[in-house]
């Protein structure tokens, strides 16, 4: 669902920052060798995803789900010189795809992959974090919600991705989606819990930003 016309989409992108030529590179390697390229956060998503890590300035980062790395690439931007971003996927085929990338980057050591269970493996990292995005499977958002609150720093963020799930909040649910099901009451528990300051963005398929307080 595209919740604005591609054609006001395409204008958003052209006057906003430039897509960077290495994040141009991975998007078209991307819709050429790797299933769902839809997956992407893509020029604008990323540049909004850039900016703001840049405005917040984190030391460290943390990102559940990292596909083929471009969203990585995008919040790597604003990380402190000695900062790090740990980045989990549970898809090991996709682990050299994204390392290839972010060894072109400028944070190529800065950037930590992680592969397996995201709930298991963020216990393990020892870290407060600045900034969190969340773009992994629907049905754990709240789960990977609860867990990270606790770790965020006063101030912090948190970037929820495709909170709109292509319009299906707004539709009948339907018994079998388990998936809906928990994003609406995700955004719901973003909306009420005074632990945060939230914002929904209808950005693509929908992105929260929430605060903590």
Same mark, same amino acid.
């Given at each position: 669902?595209?919740?604005?016309?591609?054609?006001?989409?395409?204008?958003?992108?052209?006057? !906003?920052?430039?897509?960077?030529?290495? $994040?141009? =590179?991975?998007? /078209?390697?991307?819709?050429?060798?790797?299933?769902?390229? /839809?997956?992407?956060? &893509?020029?604008?998503?990323?540049?909004?995803? !850039?900016? $703001? !890590? #840049?405005?917040?300035?984190?030391?460290?980062?943390?990102?559940? &789900?990292?596909?083929?790395?471009?969203?990585?690439?995008?919040?790597?931007? &604003?990380? #402190?010189?000695? &900062?790090?971003?740990?980045?989990?996927?549970?898809?090991?085929?996709?682990?050299?795809? =994204?390392?290839?990338?972010?060894?072109?980057?400028?944070?190529?050591?800065?950037?930590?992959?992680? $592969?397996?269970?995201?709930?298991?493996?963020?216990?393990?990292?020892?870290?407060?974090f600045d900034l969190v995005f969340i773009d992994a499977d629907k049905e754990n958002y709240i789960n990977y919600y609860e867990m990270i609150v606790p770790l965020m720093n006063r101030g912090g963020v948190i970037i929820s991705d495709n909170v709109l799930?292509?319009? #299906?909040?707004?539709?009948?649910? #339907?018994?079998?989606?388990? !998936?809906?099901?928990?994003?609406?009451?995700?955004?719901?528990?973003?909306?009420?819990?005074?632990?945060?300051?939230?914002?929904? $963005?209808?950005?693509?398929?929908?992105?929260?930003?929430? /605060?903590?307080?």
């Amino acid at each position: 669902m595209h919740f604005i016309s591609e054609e006001l989409e395409d204008y958003t992108a052209k006057h !906003s920052e430039n897509e960077p030529e290495l $994040l141009a =590179q991975l998007n /078209r390697e991307t819709h050429q060798k790797i299933l769902q390229p /839809r997956m992407l956060s &893509g020029h604008l998503q990323g540049r909004l995803l !850039s900016i $703001l !890590s #840049k405005l917040i300035k984190p030391e460290h980062i943390l990102e559940i &789900g990292t596909y083929t790395g471009y969203a990585t690439l995008c919040l790597a931007e &604003g990380v #402190k010189e000695n &900062g790090t971003l740990d980045t989990i996927d549970n898809n090991e085929e996709l682990y050299d795809f =994204q390392r290839k990338y972010f060894d072109k980057s400028e944070w190529a050591t800065q950037i930590k992959q992680h $592969l397996g269970n995201a709930l298991d493996i963020i216990p393990t990292l020892n870290k407060k974090f600045d900034l969190v995005f969340i773009d992994a499977d629907k049905e754990n958002y709240i789960n990977y919600y609860e867990m990270i609150v606790p770790l965020m720093n006063r101030g912090g963020v948190i970037i929820s991705d495709n909170v709109l799930w292509s319009g #299906k909040v707004l539709e009948e649910l #339907k018994p079998n989606d388990k !998936s809906t099901k928990v994003l609406l009451e995700y955004n719901r528990l973003l909306k009420e819990d005074p632990r945060v300051e939230t914002v929904l $963005l209808p950005i693509r398929d929908g992105l929260t930003v929430s /605060r903590v307080v």
